[in-house]
């Protein structure tokens, strides 16, 4: 069997892997059926009509936004990625940078990524002034533009390593390298699982300590009540940047700490932060990270040997006009399938994180046994963040994460039944 045609198998079968872990590990029955039936979700999530109006306004103005964003980048990449045209930008930056190939790679990726940042920058600084008309960032235009900046300047960084790596490993292992690339893609998914919280999150938000007092020991306590007990409860200065209300677990073992909003505290009654730390606390009971930890790894695997297969296709090649994998013209072309591939991933996991995050929002009414003050947090955090309770249906199938209020707020009502008074 061809080395081409063993990499094309090897994606299948771990395809067939991560359909088998996202079978097994997706809650796809959170709360059996109550008598009766399940609860009819209410459009309206019990929101008052101008709150609504105001929701679905700030939606319209958004969604548009983020297509033709979505489309742009996307339109940008398959320019660069299925044209010449990607081809002469990395030659022409090898000729001003001496034609060594690993530093046309540092110096191109950078550069493609800039320029496909540069083209959906005015829709990014519309949605932004939309959220500041709307109250919801606070940022500075020139926070925000820090924030693009910084964020661009981490992904163009850890992109180029990534690209100069895979490309070492072609010229080294012309015959096998997507076997050593999938193998590092698995491993490097594992390792930021567990370096995202102590390395990235410091670069756009300061923590402090929560104050001790009655929440934070409520908070910890709920942590070992919940049977996942943190090192520390930190509060995070999103003010800076938003007034939405939101609050997370991260890291793992001697990092795992739960973070609160700044814009929480003060804003909503302890029971209510409580309910949404609860929330957070399911995830990591349920191994939710772990578990997107083990899809992401092996879906990282699928993907680079499913590059083996692409890479190798000389009609592919051609009309990217690059010589071979291992070819630094080939960037654009890699950076192309990068993107179409996160598309067409999207829906499913957010199919299954829609799943995840029910079975968290059950652990939350288990653990604080307080269904009202779950109910009033979920349309306090509608009203404050806009959220639209009851999204198109084919919007909420592509881009929802989470159910909606309307969703969530029939499943608390199920539960209520199922518990009795």
Not at 127 to 155: K, P, Q
Not at 172 to 180: F, G, L, M
Not at 184 to 207: K, M, Q, R
Not at 272 to 284: D, F, N, P, R, T
């Amino acid at each position: 069997m061809s080395a081409r045609r063993v990499a094309l198998v090897t994606a299948a079968l771990l395809g067939i892997a991560v359909v088998v872990v996202i079978a097994v590990r997706t809650p796809w029955t959170v709360l059996p059926e109550p008598p009766g039936g399940y609860t009819e979700p209410d459009p309206t999530a019990g929101l008052e009509p101008e709150r609504i109006a105001r929701a679905e306004a700030f939606a319209g103005a958004l969604r548009p936004a983020s297509l033709l964003s979505l489309v742009l980048g996307l339109a940008v990449s398959a320019v660069l990625g299925l044209t010449p045209l990607g081809a002469r930008l990395v030659r022409a930056v090898g000729a001003r940078v001496g034609n060594r190939w690993p530093v046309q790679v540092l110096v191109a990726v950078p550069v493609l990524l800039l320029l496909g940042r540069l083209v959906t920058l005015p829709i990014s600084a519309y949605a932004e002034s939309v959220r500041r008309d709307y109250g919801l960032s606070t940022r500075s235009w020139w926070l925000w533009l820090r924030d693009v900046a910084v964020s661009l300047a981490i992904s163009a960084a850890l992109t180029a390593v990534v690209v100069l790596a895979l490309l070492w490993l072609v010229r080294r292992a012309p015959r096998t390298w997507w076997a050593w690339a999938g193998a590092a893609a698995t491993g490097l998914v594992v390792v930021g699982s567990f370096l995202y919280p102590v390395v990235i999150e410091p670069a756009f938000n300061t923590f402090e300590r929560l104050p001790a007092g009655e929440l934070r020991s409520d908070l910890l306590a709920l942590a070992e009540e919940s049977g996942t007990p943190v090192q520390d409860v930190l509060v995070s200065d999103a003010s800076r940047r938003t007034t939405a209300l939101n609050a997370y677990v991260s890291g793992f073992g001697s990092t795992r700490r739960i973070v609160v909003y700044d814009t929480l505290l003060g804003e909503l009654p302890d029971d209510e932060i409580e309910s949404i730390v609860a929330h957070e606390l399911g995830h990591v009971a349920t191994d939710d990270v772990l578990t997107g930890t083990l899809m992401g790894a092996l879906g990282a695997g699928a993907a680079t040997a499913l590059l083996g297969w692409l890479l190798t296709w000389t009609p592919l090649l051609r009309r990217a006009g690059a010589a071979g994998p291992g070819d630094p013209r080939v960037v654009p072309l890699l950076l192309l399938l990068v993107s179409a591939g996160g598309l067409v991933a999207t829906p499913v996991q957010n199919l299954v994180s829609r799943q995840i995050e029910q079975r968290a929002d059950l652990h939350a009414l288990e653990l604080t046994r307080d269904p009202e003050a779950f109910v009033d947090m979920q349309q306090r955090l509608a009203r404050t963040n806009l959220g639209d309770p009851d999204p198109p249906a084919a919007w909420h199938w592509y881009f929802g994460s989470h159910p909606t209020t309307a969703q969530r707020l029939a499943m608390a009502a199920d539960w209520a039944r199922l518990e009795g008074p």
